[in-house]
């Protein structure tokens, strides 16, 4: 037979008597078989943005301190195992500025944020104390660059969702680049203006809702974290801008914050324009995904009805889940999920933050199922995780879910006792639309020509330029013009694709 021409043989097989061997897959291939074989792409109806630091996974809050920056590699590690990136514009993001944050923090308190270190925090143990440093709000080295790197990213993610809303007089020329924009290091709600609280040090959702008013005459805040949002409440509490949801544990004196109890809606004054505005919807240990599921759709739905937002952002805490370190409900992920769905369905612009979780496993097999629900992926993802993703042992094993992206989370060996009957739901329910019947339909902002960030007007004037030169120029600049044109009209994986790491 000629040389040229062979017969053909099957992989792995043998072809005259000469065995053929495949070359073992790559790990980028394994990810593009994997997102191919669940159908990941970008979905037609609308865009979606993941904004990330990486940075911000190296740092520790300390051996015992149940909050572990980690669980944000786990996450970004499932993500983009199975392929998610390719539905998804991707952005590595920059760190905020002290100019950025001072628009809600204090000017001092962020001074001292940056100054204190482990090294010299004992000089300052009055103002820490002040602060709220503590054991809850422990200082580590780099903490400063931790909190500008998730806030950052906060701020992208916020700005990505950006449009002009009609007959303001904006140029349409920079419609929102995102639909619904992804930050899971972000979400932070416990920060107050001049104090770091539960964990949290930069309420990156408040500096995010500041952003999205510049445009937005309503913003809607949820937040589905097992510990009440009161940062962000307490920060908008004289706003009518602003509506305040809050699904979380209630306990004044033996859970963490105390606050959010059922009288708790706001300024008591009926004449502040924020009266009302706080939506809190508390707990008990143990409620399940029925529950939930019909609470949530029930409330979230009058407060859209009634408030009537133009842009939702939803604080998607994972210490709800059953089998959380701190949280007692009986939550499995595609029962936390189906928030993600509802607000997804109201078809407003749509920021997903994180929060609370510690349960790193479960964490990030959360974050993954609703980045691919934000991304209107065929789900479920499948049974078992990948073998190609990274610390995949970290989901091996009984205790850990047998390698399984969706385990059950309230088996009985699991299972918080559900203190919650159809009457105390109810009454959950008739109380809240209660208040919203008071609200006097939702209030009329006459919105203005806002200034466009900086960082956008720089990036249209550069590529402005780079068309201009090479319209000039020709030739060869002009088929590298074409290039990228194409290349972004393909857009596999997004703008600045995020890469493995």
Same mark, same amino acid.
Request: aromatic residues 8%; glycine residues 10%; negative net charge.
């Given at each position: 037979?000629?040389?040229?021409?062979?017969?053909?043989?099957?992989?792995?097989?043998?072809?005259?008597?000469?065995?053929?061997?495949?070359?073992?897959?790559?790990?980028?291939?394994?990810?593009?078989? #994997?997102?191919?074989?669940?159908?990941?792409?970008?979905?037609?109806?609308?865009?979606?943005?993941?904004?990330?630091?990486?940075?911000?996974?190296?740092?520790?809050?300390?051996?015992?301190?149940?909050?572990?920056?980690?669980?944000?590699?786990?996450?970004?590690?499932?993500?983009?195992?199975?392929?998610?990136?390719?539905?998804?514009?991707?952005?590595?993001?920059?760190?905020?500025?002290?100019?950025?944050?001072?628009?809600?923090?204090?000017?001092?308190?962020?001074?001292?944020?940056?100054?204190?270190?482990?090294? +010299?925090? *004992?000089?300052?143990?009055?103002?820490?104390?002040?602060?709220?440093?503590?054991?809850?709000?422990?200082?580590?080295?780099?903490?400063?660059?931790?909190?500008?790197?998730?806030?950052?990213?906060?701020?992208?993610?916020?700005?990505?969702?950006?449009?002009?809303?009609?007959?303001?007089? *904006?140029?349409?020329?920079?419609?929102?680049?995102?639909?619904?924009?992804?930050?899971?290091?972000?979400?932070?709600?416990?920060?107050?203006? *001049? +104090?770091?609280?539960?964990?949290?040090?930069?309420?990156?959702?408040?500096?995010?809702?500041?952003?999205?008013?510049?445009?937005?005459?309503?913003?809607?805040?949820?937040?589905?974290?097992?510990?009440?949002?009161?940062?962000?409440?307490?920060?908008?509490?004289?706003?009518?801008?602003?509506?305040?949801?809050?699904?979380?544990?209630?306990?004044? #004196?033996?859970?963490?914050?105390?606050?959010?109890?059922?009288?708790?809606?706001?300024?008591? +004054?009926?004449?502040?324009?924020?009266?009302?505005?706080?939506?809190?919807?508390?707990?008990?240990?143990?409620?399940?995904?029925?529950?939930?599921?019909?609470?949530?759709?029930?409330?979230?739905?009058?407060?859209?009805?009634?408030?009537?937002?133009?842009?939702?952002?939803?604080?998607?805490?994972?210490?709800?889940?059953?089998?959380?370190?701190?949280?007692?409900?009986?939550?499995?992920?595609?029962?936390?999920?189906?928030?993600? *769905?509802?607000?997804?369905?109201?078809?407003?612009?749509?920021?997903?933050?994180?929060?609370?979780?510690?349960?790193?496993?479960?964490?990030?097999?959360?974050?993954?199922?609703?980045?691919?629900?934000?991304?209107?992926?065929?789900?479920?993802?499948?049974?078992?995780?990948?073998?190609?993703?990274?610390?995949?042992?970290?989901?091996?094993?009984?205790?850990?879910?047998?390698?399984?992206?969706?385990?059950?989370?309230?088996?009985?060996?699991?299972?918080?006792?559900?203190?919650?009957?159809?009457?105390?739901?109810?009454?959950?329910?008739?109380?809240?639309?209660?208040?919203?019947?008071?609200?006097?339909?939702?209030?009329?902002?006459?919105?203005?020509?806002?200034?466009?960030?900086?960082?956008?007007?720089?990036?249209?004037?550069?590529?402005?330029?780079?068309?201009?030169?090479?319209?000039?120029?020709?030739?060869?600049?002009?088929?590298?013009?074409?290039?990228?044109?194409?290349?972004?009209?393909?857009?596999?994986?997004?703008?600045?694709?995020?890469?493995?790491?």
């Amino acid at each position: 037979m000629s040389s040229v021409v062979q017969e053909y043989g099957v992989p792995n097989g043998t072809t005259n008597g000469t065995k053929i061997s495949t070359p073992p897959l790559s790990l980028d291939e394994k990810i593009a078989q #994997t997102a191919q074989e669940y159908g990941i792409e970008r979905p037609l109806s609308h865009n979606v943005s993941f904004h990330y630091n990486s940075a911000v996974e190296q740092h520790h809050f300390g051996r015992s301190h149940p909050m572990k920056p980690w669980r944000l590699q786990l996450t970004k590690q499932l993500i983009l195992s199975y392929g998610l990136q390719y539905a998804m514009e991707c952005h590595e993001t920059r760190c905020a500025t002290r100019d950025e944050m001072v628009d809600f923090h204090n000017e001092d308190y962020l001074e001292f944020l940056e100054l204190v270190t482990p090294d +010299n925090m *004992s000089q300052h143990a009055d103002t820490m104390a002040v602060f709220g440093f503590g054991d809850d709000c422990p200082v580590f080295d780099g903490l400063f660059d931790y909190c500008t790197n998730y806030t950052g990213a906060t701020i992208s993610s916020a700005r990505s969702l950006l449009q002009s809303p009609p007959g303001t007089g *904006s140029s349409s020329r920079n419609p929102a680049q995102s639909d619904i924009a992804i930050n899971w290091s972000g979400g932070l709600h416990h920060a107050h203006k *001049s +104090n770091a609280s539960g964990f949290c040090y930069v309420n990156d959702i408040v500096l995010a809702i500041l952003i999205l008013l510049t445009r937005h005459p309503r913003v809607l805040y949820i937040d589905i974290d097992v510990h009440h949002g009161d940062g962000v409440e307490e920060a908008f509490a004289s706003s009518d801008r602003v509506m305040t949801l809050s699904f979380h544990k209630y306990d004044r #004196t033996t859970f963490f914050p105390g606050t959010g109890g059922p009288d708790e809606s706001g300024p008591k +004054n009926p004449r502040n324009p924020g009266a009302r505005h706080s939506l809190n919807v508390p707990l008990r240990d143990g409620i399940d995904d029925e529950q939930y599921e019909a609470l949530f759709d029930t409330v979230a739905k009058e407060a859209v009805a009634v408030f009537q937002p133009t842009a939702i952002v939803l604080q998607c805490g994972a210490d709800s889940l059953g089998g959380d370190r701190l949280g007692k409900f009986n939550l499995n992920i595609r029962g936390h999920g189906h928030c993600v *769905s509802t607000c997804r369905a109201f078809g407003l612009p749509l920021l997903l933050l994180g929060g609370g979780g510690y349960t790193a496993r479960n964490v990030a097999r959360l974050w993954c199922h609703e980045t691919a629900l934000a991304a209107d992926c065929n789900l479920p993802l499948g049974a078992h995780i990948p073998n190609h993703v990274p610390y995949r042992r970290a989901f091996e094993g009984h205790d850990n879910g047998n390698g399984m992206l969706y385990p059950i989370l309230d088996d009985d060996g699991k299972r918080h006792k559900n203190d919650h009957d159809a009457k105390y739901l109810n009454d959950q329910v008739q109380r809240i639309t209660e208040q919203l019947r008071y609200l006097h339909g939702a209030p009329s902002v006459q919105m203005q020509r806002m200034p466009r960030d900086i960082w956008t007007v720089r990036q249209e004037v550069e590529e402005d330029m780079r068309e201009d030169e090479d319209e000039e120029n020709g030739g060869r600049n002009g088929e590298e013009a074409a290039k990228r044109r194409r290349k972004a009209e393909r857009n596999i994986g997004g703008r600045g694709e995020m890469p493995i790491r």
